[in-house]
Nanobody
Framework: QVQLVQSGGGLVQPGGSLRLSCAAS????????MGWYRQAPGKERELVAD??????NYANSVKGRFAIFGDNLQNTVYLQMNSLKPEDTAVYYC?????????????WGQGTLVAVSS
């Protein structure tokens, strides 16, 4: 089993910055995908950014403002969010697809609220 613990988030003014982190633990042999999703009120959960096959992918709405970083030694993924806008307000979830003893395992973090408002 893979467990994810998120930290970061909170209330920030438009134009501000926040960093989210997500630490994975468990009997992990390797991580195939690390990423962040978000879900705004009344909307579907959407991909924000992920790292797969050493490539970083971003939603068009966050390109140039957000950056995703992975620390493979610590099994941790970060999301640096700059130039935040009110429309970035959402609950953010980290996601990991890891290789464990029984095969590939998908795990989600507990979610953290990011609120952008003046």
């Amino acid at each position: 089993q893979v467990q994810l613990v998120q930290s970061g988030g909170g209330l920030v003014q438009p134009g501000g910055s926040l960093r989210l982190s997500c630490a994975a633990s468990g009997s992990i042999f390797g991580i195939n995908v690390m990423g962040w999703y978000r879900q705004a009120p009344g909307k579907e959960r959407e991909l924000v950014a992920d790292i797969r096959d050493n490539l970083r992918n971003y939603a068009n709405s966050v390109k140039g403002r957000f950056a995703i970083f992975g620390d493979n030694l610590q099994n941790t993924v970060y999301l640096q969010m700059n130039s935040l806008k009110p429309e970035d307000t959402a609950v953010y979830y980290c996601y990991v697809r890891a290789l464990v003893s029984t095969g590939l395992s998908d795990a989600w973090g507990q979610g953290t609220l990011v609120a952008v408002s003046s």
